[in-house]
C-alpha cells in the first residue's frame, strides 16, 4: 500500500521536489516572468553554447527527426517525437522541435518550485547542490541528451539538470536536510505519528499466460502523482532510434528527458513505484529515471535489465517490474524490490509481503502486482483470471488509480503496442483522472519499422 499525505507533499515541494500545488496558477497564464517565480532564461546564442554536429548544420539534424501531433483534446494534445542519432542530437532534436510545450511545462514547474521553496528559506542553490550529489552517476548519454535538450529548446542547462533532480529527490527519505535552519533528524517517523507519510505512489500488474483470455503479455503501470501541478497537459511519446543502442520509447512530459515508464525493440516493458523505505536510500546514486534509461539502451532480457540493475550503484527504495523477452521463454515477468544496499526479486507465484501495509500477500500463478492497494489489485486479478485483455486492463487501471492519477500506460511488449491515458485536469474530481480519459493508442514497432 505505498501511499503519500498532502502534508508529504508541501514537504516535497519545499525542498524542490515535483508535488502539491493546488493554490498556484499557471505562471504562463496569469504570473508572467517576474517577481519570486522568475526563473533565469537563456542569454547565449547557439554558436556559445559549444554545439557539435559533426560538421553537419542545425537543418540536417533537425531532418532526421520528426513531430506527430494528435491536435486532439481528447488525448490531451498528446505528441510524438522521433529522434535519431547522438545523444546529444537526439536532445537538441526534442527540444528544438517542442520547444514551446517545454517552455511552458519546465518553467511552470521549476517556477513553482522555486517560489515555494523560497517561501521555505530554501535558495536554488540548493538544487545545484542535489544535481552535483547525483552527477557523477548519470550516463554521459543522459547528461548529453540534456545539454542537447537545453540547447535546442533554448533553456539554460542549469534549469534542465533542477528539473532532472525532481522525481528522486521526492524519494528520499533524507530531503528534509535541505530545509534551512532546521534540524535534520535522522531517526524514522514513528508509526501512526503526523511524521509518517502516507505515501501515495504508483502501481503496476503483468500478466500472460494462463492469465489472460489470449495467452498474450500484458503490463499496466499506473503513475499516481500530483495533478495540480500540470504536466499532463503536455504528454510527449519520445521515440529514440540512437546510433548505439536499442531503439525505445519513454511515455513522459514536455522538456523531461528521463524515463519513468518505457519499452523497447527487444520487446522488453519496464515500470516503477516508490516504496517508502527509509532506512536505506542515499542521493549518491543512478537515479531511477536515468537507470531506466539504460535499461531500455541496453537490456535485451529481462535476466539483462536484472544484472544491470543489481551492477548499479542505487539510490532509493524502488519496486520495479519488467516485463517482456527473457532467456526462459516461461519467464515473462519479474518484479524487484531494490535500495542501495537491498536487491529483492519476485517472481510471479510468489508472496509479496508489503512494508506500506505490513500485509503479505499469496502470489498468483502468471501474474506480477504491486501498489498503492495491493490486497484491491490481487483481488481483481483473481476475479477475472483467464480471462484478462485489455478491455480489463483498462478497468484494473480505475481499480489500482488514486485521486492524483496523472498517467496510466498499459504495455504489450511482445507486440510492441501501447495504450496511453493523461489526466484531463487539474483537480482532483474522479472524473478527470487518467483512468476515466480516452486511451490513445501507439504502435511503437511500426514507429521504427519492426
Same mark, same amino acid.
Given at each position: ?313 542505487? !539510490? ?5 517490474? $519488467?516485463?517482456?523477452? @527473457?532467456? %526462459?521463454?516461461?519467464?515473462? &515477468?519479474?518484479?524487484? /524490490? ?6 529483492? !526479486? ?5 508472496? $509479496?509481503?508489503?512494508? @506500506?501495509? %505490513?500485509?503479505?500477500?499469496? &502470489?498468483?500463478?502468471? /501474474? ?17 483470471? @483467464? ?64
Amino acid at each position: 500500500m505505498i501511499r503519500l499525505t498532502i502534508k508529504t507533499y508541501i514537504m516535497l515541494l519545499a525542498v524542490f521536489v515535483l508535488t502539491g500545488c493546488s493554490n498556484f496558477p499557471n505562471r504562463y497564464d496569469i504570473m508572467g516572468r517576474i517577481g519570486s517565480w522568475s526563473v533565469p532564461e537563456n542569454e547565449l546564442t547557439l554558436e556559445q553554447r559549444t554545439v557539435f554536429f559533426n560538421h553537419r548544420s542545425v537543418e540536417e539534424v533537425l531532418a532526421k527527426a520528426q513531430i506527430i501531433e494528435t491536435k486532439d483534446p481528447a488525448y490531451n494534445h498528446i505528441k510524438v517525437i522521433v529522434m535519431q542519432g547522438t545523444p546529444y542530437e537526439m536532445g537538441f532534436q526534442n527540444g528544438r522541435l517542442n520547444k514551446e510545450d517545454i517552455h511552458k511545462n519546465v518553467y511552470h514547474i521549476i517556477g513553482i518550485v522555486k517560489a515555494y521553496a523560497n517561501s521555505k528559506g530554501v535558495h536554488e542553490d540548493a538544487m545545484d547542490e542535489v544535481y552535483d550529489l547525483i552527477a557523477p552517476f548519470i550516463p554521459i548519454e543522459d547528461k548529453e541528451e540534456m545539454r542537447g535538450l537545453a540547447h535546442g529548446a533554448e533553456i539554460p542547462l542549469r534549469i534542465i539538470h533542477w528539473l532532472h533532480t525532481i522525481p528522486e529527490l521526492s524519494e528520499y527519505a533524507g530531503k528534509k536536510q535541505f530545509l534551512r535552519g532546521k534540524k535534520y533528524k535522522t531517526e524514522p517517523p514513528e508509526k501512526g505519528s503526523l511524521a509518517d507519510p502516507d505515501l501515495e505512489t504508483c502501481s503496476g500488474v503483468i500478466a500472460f499466460g494462463a492469465a489472460t483470455r489470449d495467452g498474450d503479455l500484458y503490463h499496466l503501470r499506473v503513475l499516481d502523482w500530483i495533478r495540480e501541478l500540470g504536466a499532463q497537459r503536455y504528454p510527449v511519446i519520445h521515440v529514440y532510434q540512437p546510433d548505439n543502442g536499442h531503439a525505445f520509447a519513454s511515455f513522459s512530459y514536455a522538456g523531461f528527458t528521463g524515463c519513468i515508464t518505457g519499452m523497447n525493440e527487444n520487446h522488453m516493458a519496464f515500470g516503477e513505484m516508490g516504496y517508502g523505505n527509509r532506512n536505506f536510500e542515499t542521493l549518491e546514486g543512478i537515479p531511477f529515471v536515468f537507470l531506466f534509461k539504460k535499461l531500455l539502451r541496453e537490456a535485451d532480457s529481462i535476466q539483462a535489465a536484472m544484472k544491470i540493475v543489481k551492477d548499479s550503484q542505487r !539510490t532509493c527504495s524502488y519496486v520495479y517490474q $519488467f516485463s517482456g523477452a @527473457g532467456e %526462459d521463454p516461461d519467464v515473462k &515477468g519479474k518484479m524487484l /524490490v531494490s535500495d542501495y544496499q537491498r536487491f529483492e !526479486t519476485l517472481a510471479d507465484n510468489r508472496e $509479496f509481503c508489503d512494508e @506500506g501495509d %505490513d500485509k503479505c500477500y499469496e &502470489g498468483i500463478n502468471d /501474474v506480477i502486482f504491486a501498489g498503492h492497494s495491493t490486497g484491491k489489485l490481487r483481488e481483481f486479478m483473481i476475479k477475472h483470471y @483467464g480471462e484478462h485483455d485489455l478491455e480489463t486492463f483498462k478497468e484494473l487501471a480505475k481499480v489500482a488509480a488514486m485521486k492524483g492519477n496523472v498517467q496510466d500506460v498499459i504495455m504489450k511488449p511482445e507486440t510492441l503496442e501501447a495504450w496511453m491515458v493523461n489526466a484531463s485536469n487539474t483537480s482532483k474530481d474522479e472524473d478527470g483522472k487518467a483512468c476515466n480519459q480516452k486511451w490513445y493508442y501507439f504502435n511503437f514497432g511500426e514507429m521504427i519499422g519492426l
